[in-house]
């Protein structure tokens, strides 16, 4: 019993030295609130010595508790570079954002990072604070800070990319997601990002180099398929982007839209029976039902079948009016317009406000179906011609953006270097 006092206060009194010891050193009065939980268990050990009485077991759960254990641990996880002073910052400025006091949040944690300018932690919950404020070049600044002190942080890097997105400098975004998926190249979300930016700029090729690298680690991943054959339909290499559209199709059947760009593919390349397969597996899909019919209303009409056609564009434009308007331009059509119901009311604006599905689906349903309607009665030499016509179209925009990027660059260069000479001229 006697040896076990004796251990203990050397214990104690050891670990109350150390704690004290990083107090004077790091000058942090957070280590005061440790040092006060220490002495609460030597003061019991005390009083359980002076006044002979047999502590009980909780009792001296709680002294080895409060003066030896959660001393040690702190000890031990602060050779790990776990500052205890930095996680009592931390958490309560992680409190007292969740309860919805951000001002009082922001000063605590300034504390923290003035107080420890490599506090990877610290950075990252400031960065979140200023996007709570709207302040987002200040939250840029601090992630950068974050990847500074952690540079594995790939989730500060990531969320740059993604604020100077919704900034509207999609350049910029771009080059940090490329040195993103460099460095971590199995990172999904980074892909997928990248990819979207790459086809909003019109850089398909770019894409397709992405999404594929992405799928040799997510090779079971509807969307990169579905995304690959969109970037591969925009380049008009329909065999490629079909094959992307099955594989999404196999992978999840219930996403009818990769079945319903498989059949707008075959309906440009005349195989007829094989849209028809396709455009019927979307008609169970309320969001391309309407369209599905339509589809099927022109195959029916080339197929000869005029009482199908009727049948299917009725149903078409009963779901969503707009079709009646699509009818109407459609030559294909002329032999049966007599038997097409009129809407009560329908307008162009009506047409052009009715979307179903998703952007992206949209763009790439309205591409191929300006496609269709650009190679519908051309000769093969035609087609060919318009469609290097429009391939051309979007290199040489990629190749404009790419020299305009490169003449920015040369001119900030430029300006870097003038405003040095200026300097050593003035020194």
Do not use: W
């Amino acid at each position: 019993m006697l040896i076990e006092k004796l251990i203990f206060n050397m214990l104690a009194f050891s670990l109350f030295i150390i704690i004290f010891g990083k107090l004077i050193r790091r000058n942090d009065t957070s280590y005061v609130v440790l040092l006060f939980v220490e002495f609460i268990g030597i003061a019991l050990n005390f009083i359980e010595i002076i006044f002979r009485i047999n502590a009980s077991l909780f009792a001296k759960f709680v002294m080895y508790l409060f003066s030896i254990i959660i001393p040690f641990i702190i000890i031990v996880l602060e050779t790990k570079d776990f500052i205890f002073a930095e996680m009592v910052y931390f958490v309560l400025g992680k409190v007292l954002l969740i309860s919805g006091d951000v001002e009082s949040a922001k000063k605590v944690v300034l504390k923290l990072v003035d107080k420890y300018p490599s506090s990877y932690r610290g950075h990252v919950l400031l960065a979140k604070i200023y996007e709570k404020e709207g302040k987002t070049e200040e939250a840029i600044d601090e992630y950068v800070k974050a990847v500074d002190c952690n540079t594995k942080d790939y989730k500060s890097y990531f969320r740059i990319a993604e604020i100077l997105k919704d900034q509207g400098k999609k350049d910029e975004s771009i080059e940090m997601l490329q040195n993103l998926v460099q460095n971590k190249p199995d990172d999904y979300e980074a892909s997928m990002l990248l990819g979207d930016l790459l086809c909003e700029e019109e850089r398909f090729k770019e894409a397709v180099s992405v999404y594929t690298e992405a799928l040799r680690y997510h090779p079971t991943d509807y969307d990169l398929y579905y995304n690959l054959g969109i970037a591969y339909t925009r380049l008009n290499d329909f065999s490629a982007a079909k094959d992307a559209y099955e594989k999404a199709a196999e992978i999840n059947h219930k996403m009818h839209i990769a079945k319903y760009h498989l059949g707008q593919i075959d309906l440009i390349e005349n195989e007829f029976d094989e849209a028809e397969k396709c455009f019927e597996e979307c008609l169970i899909d309320e969001e391309l039902e309407a369209a599905a019919y339509f589809e099927l209303a022109r195959i029916a009409i080339i197929k000869g079948d005029k009482d199908k056609g009727i049948l299917f564009l009725n149903k078409a434009i009963e779901i969503e009016p707009k079709y009646f308007l699509m009818f109407e331009r459609e030559n294909l059509f002329d032999s049966i317009k007599e038997y097409i119901k009129r809407p009560k009311s329908i307008s162009e604006r009506q047409v052009k406000e009715v979307k179903s599905l998703g952007e992206k689906e949209e763009e790439v349903k309205k591409y191929l179906e300006e496609t269709y309607n650009l190679v519908k009665g051309m000769s093969e030499n035609e087609i060919k011609n318009r469609v290097n016509e429009r391939l051309n179209m979007i290199f040489k925009k990629q190749e404009e953006k790419r020299i305009e990027n490169e003449a920015e660059k040369n001119l900030d260069s430029l300006q870097d270097d003038t405003l040095g000479l200026t300097k050593d001229k003035d020194y």
